[in-house]
C-alpha cells in the first residue's frame, strides 16, 4: 500500500461573494460535533472505496489508489451537495420540505452511493460485501492512512464544514451570518452560537459549539456537582454513585440495634444522635426480648429504672447490640427481678387454671365443681337417690340367686 507521507488541501473553493461592488464577508462557523462525526465518516468511506475498488486485481493495492479516489470523493460530494436544495425544490416542490432527517444522514447517503459506483465487478458480490474479511481489510487500512497522516483531521474537518453549509438549506447547523467588514464579522465570531469551545471541565477533552455549553455540562461525566444526598462534598458527576453508595456521610443506614426491633433507616452522620435520642425505644426492644413473658406496663417501668440507675454507667454510649446488653444485665442484677403487676399475676393464674380445667376428663365429679353451690345439693341428692336404688337393686338380684338355688 503505497501511501504518500505528505497531506494535500483538496478542499472545495470558496467562492466570494459580491454586494455592491465590494466583498460580503461569511461566518463560516458550523456545528462543531456535527462537523467532527461527519470528518470521523469520510475516512472509512474512502477506505471502503478503496478496498472494494482493488478486490481480486493482482496489481492495485487500496493505497496505490487512494490518492484518485480522494479526489474523486471530494469532486462528487462537492457536487452533490451543492445542487441538493436545487433536486429538493424540484423532487419536493418547497425546500422546507421534509428531505432527510439530519445532513449526516444526506452527506452519508452521498458517501455510499460514491462507495458503490467505485466497486469492480468482484467487489459486487453479495458474499464479499458482508463478509468479516472485508470489514477487516477495511478497518486495516483506516489505521494505515491514520499512521500516515494521508487524510488529516482537520482537513477532512474543512470539508466536511463545506459539505454540511451546502446542504443545510434550514440553517440550523450552521451560521449564516453576513458583515459588510472584517472587523464586524471578528466581533460576532466571539459571541456566535457555532464558535467551538472545548468543555472547562477538569479531565473532559470534548469540543463543541458554544451553544451548547449548558446542555453539555449538564450530562459532563466530569462537572464538579453538589452531592445529590446533600452532604457538604462536591463531587465530580461519574463519581456520584460510588460516593453515594460508599463514603457519603449522607447514606441511609440501618439503625446499629436492628437485631433488637428497631427499623430505622437514618443517615449514616445521624446515628449518634438517634442512638441518643431512642435510647429509651432501644431499651423496650432489648427488654422484650428478654423478659417475653411481662407486659409492656411493666417493661416500660423497668426501662425508667434502668435509666435513672445508669446516670454513671455509660448507658448512652452504648453503640450497638451487644454493648446495651452488657450494661442493661449488669443493671438488672442489680434492681433485682423483674415485678410483675398483681392484675397480671391474677389474669395469669385464671388464664393457666382454665387451660388446666380445659385439659380434664368431662365427670360428674367436674360438672359438680363448676356448679353453684344451691345446685351442688340437688346435685348431691340425686346422686344419693340413685345410690340407695342401686343397693336395693343388688339386694333383690342376690335373693333371686339363693332361691333360684
Same mark, same amino acid.
Given at each position: 500500500?503505497?501511501?504518500?507521507?505528505?497531506?494535500?488541501?483538496?478542499?472545495?473553493?470558496?467562492?466570494?461573494?459580491?454586494?455592491?461592488?465590494?466583498?460580503?464577508?461569511?461566518?463560516?462557523?458550523?456545528?462543531?460535533?456535527?462537523?467532527?462525526?461527519?470528518?470521523?465518516?469520510?475516512?472509512?468511506?474512502?477506505?471502503?472505496?478503496?478496498?472494494?475498488?482493488?478486490?481480486?486485481?493482482?496489481?492495485?493495492?487500496?493505497?496505490?489508489?487512494?490518492?484518485?479516489?480522494?479526489?474523486?470523493?471530494?469532486?462528487?460530494?462537492?457536487?452533490?451537495?451543492?445542487?441538493?436544495?436545487?433536486?429538493?425544490?424540484? #423532487?419536493?416542490?418547497?425546500? /422546507?420540505? +421534509?428531505? @432527510?432527517? &439530519?445532513?449526516?444522514?444526506?452527506? $452519508?447517503?452521498?458517501? !455510499?452511493?460514491?462507495?458503490?459506483?467505485?466497486?469492480?465487478?468482484?467487489?459486487?458480490?453479495?458474499?464479499?460485501?458482508?463478509?468479516?474479511?472485508?470489514?477487516?481489510?477495511?478497518?486495516?487500512?483506516?489505521?494505515?492512512?491514520?499512521?500516515?497522516?494521508?487524510?488529516?483531521?482537520?482537513?477532512?474537518?474543512?470539508?466536511?464544514?463545506? #459539505?454540511?453549509?451546502?446542504? /443545510?438549506? +434550514?440553517? @440550523?447547523? &450552521?451560521?449564516?451570518?453576513?458583515? $459588510?467588514?472584517?472587523? !464586524?464579522?471578528?466581533?460576532?465570531?466571539?459571541?456566535?452560537?457555532?464558535?467551538?469551545?472545548?468543555?472547562?471541565?477538569?479531565?473532559?477533552?470534548?469540543?463543541?459549539?458554544?451553544?451548547?455549553?449548558?446542555?453539555?455540562?449538564?450530562?459532563?461525566?466530569?462537572?464538579?456537582?453538589?452531592?445529590?444526598?446533600?452532604?457538604?462534598?462536591?463531587?465530580?458527576?461519574?463519581?456520584?454513585?460510588?460516593?453515594?453508595?460508599?463514603?457519603?456521610?449522607?447514606?441511609?443506614?440501618?439503625?446499629?440495634?436492628?437485631?433488637?426491633?428497631?427499623?430505622?433507616?437514618?443517615?449514616?452522620?445521624?446515628?449518634?444522635?438517634?442512638?441518643?435520642?431512642?435510647?429509651?425505644?432501644?431499651?423496650?426492644?432489648?427488654?422484650?426480648?428478654?423478659?417475653?413473658?411481662?407486659?409492656?406496663?411493666?417493661?416500660?417501668?423497668?426501662?425508667?429504672?434502668?435509666?435513672?440507675?445508669?446516670?454513671?454507667?455509660?448507658?448512652?454510649?452504648?453503640?450497638?447490640?451487644?454493648?446495651?446488653?452488657?450494661?442493661?444485665?449488669?443493671?438488672?442484677?442489680?434492681?433485682?427481678?423483674?415485678?410483675?403487676?398483681?392484675?397480671?399475676?391474677?389474669?395469669?393464674?385464671?388464664?393457666?387454671?382454665?387451660?388446666?380445667?380445659?385439659?380434664?376428663?368431662?365427670?360428674?365429679?367436674?360438672?359438680?365443681?363448676?356448679?353453684?353451690?344451691?345446685?351442688?345439693?340437688?346435685?348431691?341428692?340425686?346422686?344419693?337417690?340413685?345410690?340407695?336404688?342401686?343397693?336395693?337393686?343388688?339386694?333383690?338380684?342376690?335373693?333371686?340367686?339363693?332361691?333360684?338355688?
Amino acid at each position: 500500500m503505497d501511501l504518500p507521507t505528505t497531506d494535500v488541501d483538496l478542499g472545495p473553493k470558496k467562492i466570494e461573494d459580491k454586494k455592491e461592488g465590494g466583498p460580503l464577508f461569511h461566518c463560516d462557523l458550523c456545528e462543531t460535533e456535527l462537523i467532527h462525526k461527519l470528518a470521523q465518516m469520510l475516512l472509512p468511506g474512502l477506505a471502503s472505496a478503496c478496498v472494494d475498488n482493488t478486490t481480486g486485481d493482482p496489481f492495485k493495492t487500496p493505497g496505490s489508489v487512494a490518492v484518485d479516489l480522494r479526489k474523486e470523493m471530494i469532486d462528487c460530494l462537492t457536487q452533490r451537495s451543492e445542487s441538493f436544495v436545487a433536486e429538493s425544490v424540484i #423532487l419536493e416542490g418547497d425546500p /422546507d420540505g +421534509k428531505v @432527510s432527517d &439530519h445532513p449526516f444522514d444526506i452527506i $452519508s447517503y452521498f458517501v !455510499d452511493d460514491f462507495v458503490s459506483s467505485k466497486r469492480n465487478l468482484l467487489s459486487q458480490v453479495s458474499g464479499w460485501l458482508l463478509s468479516e474479511k472485508r470489514e477487516d481489510k477495511i478497518d486495516d487500512f483506516v489505521q494505515e492512512m491514520e499512521m500516515k497522516s494521508f487524510w488529516s483531521l482537520d482537513r477532512r474537518e474543512k470539508v466536511a464544514a463545506t #459539505l454540511l453549509r451546502n446542504v /443545510d438549506f +434550514k440553517n @440550523s447547523f &450552521h451560521c449564516s451570518m453576513n458583515f $459588510s467588514s472584517a472587523e !464586524d464579522l471578528a466581533n460576532h465570531v466571539g459571541d456566535c452560537i457555532f464558535r467551538p469551545v472545548i468543555c472547562q471541565n477538569e479531565g473532559c477533552n470534548s469540543r463543541f459549539s458554544a451553544g451548547h455549553l449548558k446542555d453539555h455540562d449538564s450530562h459532563c461525566p466530569f462537572q464538579i456537582i453538589p452531592c445529590e444526598q446533600k452532604c457538604l462534598d462536591s463531587i465530580m458527576r461519574r463519581e456520584m454513585d460510588r460516593h453515594c453508595i460508599t463514603v457519603c456521610p449522607m447514606k441511609l443506614v440501618n439503625c446499629p440495634f436492628y437485631a433488637a426491633g428497631c427499623r430505622s433507616a437514618i443517615a449514616q452522620c445521624m446515628i449518634e444522635k438517634h442512638c441518643s435520642d431512642d435510647l429509651r425505644s432501644h431499651l423496650l426492644h432489648m427488654l422484650k426480648g428478654i423478659h417475653k413473658e411481662a407486659s409492656g406496663e411493666d417493661l416500660k417501668r423497668r426501662v425508667e429504672q434502668i435509666l435513672q440507675a445508669s446516670s454513671s454507667s455509660g448507658l448512652a454510649e452504648a453503640r450497638d447490640v451487644r454493648s446495651l446488653k452488657i450494661i442493661v444485665k449488669d443493671l438488672e442484677a442489680k434492681l433485682g427481678p423483674l415485678e410483675v403487676s398483681t392484675k397480671e399475676k391474677t389474669s395469669a393464674k385464671t388464664d393457666a387454671k382454665n387451660e388446666d380445667n380445659s385439659n380434664k376428663p368431662e365427670g360428674n365429679e367436674q360438672r359438680t365443681q363448676s356448679l353453684d353451690s344451691s345446685d351442688k345439693a340437688e346435685v348431691s341428692a340425686i346422686l344419693n337417690q340413685n345410690s340407695a336404688e342401686n343397693a336395693v337393686i343388688n339386694v333383690d338380684s342376690t335373693e333371686h340367686k339363693e332361691n333360684g338355688k
